[in-house]
């Protein structure tokens, strides 16, 4: 693509937000920034959830993954099924029945302050790494298709995007994100789907056709039952309930756009609906990783070494202009959807969680200001920390530490979900930091202890676990904690 049409892509899809950050700020008030003032409609929001889940990584690594794991994905996405109606069942009740603005309040009311201080906390280091590095490939893919014919460095990409986010986001916060997301929903779902066509217009094939070719291809199976895999059904079942229960139900960046609807009915109905839009959106990642393997097969492409290269490698040089400037465009909005919506997230609970910011007086404005630019110019860090380490193996383990943290936060709010106990409060903060270390060490040496047993995504549950069997320990015997 040229290098005109790559800067009109990235203004209009800029031009675009920004419209409708004016649109949606007309008329905020303190509480638009942090609930929207409660009135998003259910079904904006469920469609918006589609693409806050599916971020820059997941864009490019699903259908590349197809080629080393199949459609074994596909087993973790059904227990993602399960967990997003927990989710609805249990947590949005609670959240809604105790008016929730953060939902780490509720570790406050059910413990004490340092249970939820050590869960607001664990989740300000999960986001901030977590949207850090989705953020960090969004600037790679800007850098490298645009920035580097100019001379820009990276570090001013990277200034230049969190800037446009910031300035889309701080006037109404929550209630913009709404909006935005599923404007990004359309641009992700219109790139696979028009990635899709193109392949099938080259291959001279048409639907039903397609359908064949993705049911009877190899890497469509989708059952794995060896017990010692990384992939079995069941360690992939159970870790897809878990983790869309830790990293959606237990997060406030996911949670906030929840409870932004009118009523918890709304609210439920937005995840009930989300879940099938879900799993039928990535039915179609899945299908396109397919047809991406097909279409080197057929017209003797040569596969890249790294799988995550394979959907780039073919949309910007094979599949032509058009397909080109819509996976550009695809990757910018997978990515601006995840990060938007963490550095709104990410404001909003340190303003309720750490600063007990009156969110409905006109003078807690400023400060709210100054967080989300303070949590901006963290992320600016975490990023240039990311680009000067430049080994992949060690910014994935970076990445994957994040997934740590949930642990303790599946604990908290599982043992007090589950259970009436009381723990002893002031050793909640000791336990959290504990959970993840023992974790840690007994997944490096899983293989030896557990006869050959690898974790895989089920890792999250037991760190989860250790932090329950923990607070079980530490809870009081007369019901009563201190």
Known sequence: MSTLLIAIIILSFFAVLMGVSWFTSRNADGETFFTGNRRS???????????????GVTFISVPGEVGSSAWT?????????????????????????????????????????RSYKTGAFFFLVSQTIGASFRLYLAAGVLQIAFFNDFGIPFSLTVLITLFLIWIYTYRAGIKTVVWTDSLQTVFILGAVGITIWVILKQLDLNFGEM?????????????????RSKTNFFKQFIAGVGIVLTMNGLDQNMMQKNLTCKTQRDAQKNVFWFSFAFIIANIFFLSLGVMLYYYAEQTGVDLPA??????????????GPFAGALF????????????????????????VDFLNLDTSASKSKRTRILVHVGFSFLMFLVIIV????????????????????????????SFGILTKKQVKDRFVPILGLGSPLLTYVINAYSETWFWGYKFGFELLLLNGLIMFVGLWLLSEKNGKSN
């Open 73 to 113: 994905y596909f087993q973790f996405l059904l227990g993602n099924f399960v967990g997003y109606w927990v989710i609805a069942l249990v947590l949005i009740p609670l959240y809604y029945r105790l008016n929730l603005i953060s939902i780490y309040t509720y570790l406050d009311q059910r413990f004490g302050l």
């Open 328 to 351: 550009l465009l695809g990757i910018l909005s997978a990515a601006y959807s995840s990060a938007d919506s963490a550095l709104t997230a990410l404001t909003t609970s340190f303003c």
């Open 306 to 319: 790294r799988t995550d290269d394979l959907f780039p490698l073919l949309a910007m040089k094979y599949f």
């Open 41 to 55: 409609p259910w079904y904006l929001v469920a469609f918006g959830m589609i693409g806050s889940t599916i971020s």
């Open 386 to 413: 990311f680009r000067i380490i430049n080994n992949e193996s060690v910014v994935s383990a970076v990445f994957r530490v994040a997934g740590y943290t949930y642990g303790p936060l599946l604990g908290l709010f």
């Open 211 to 227: 359908v064949t070719v993705v049911d009877k291809h190899p890497y469509s199976q989708i059952f794995d039952w060896d017990w």
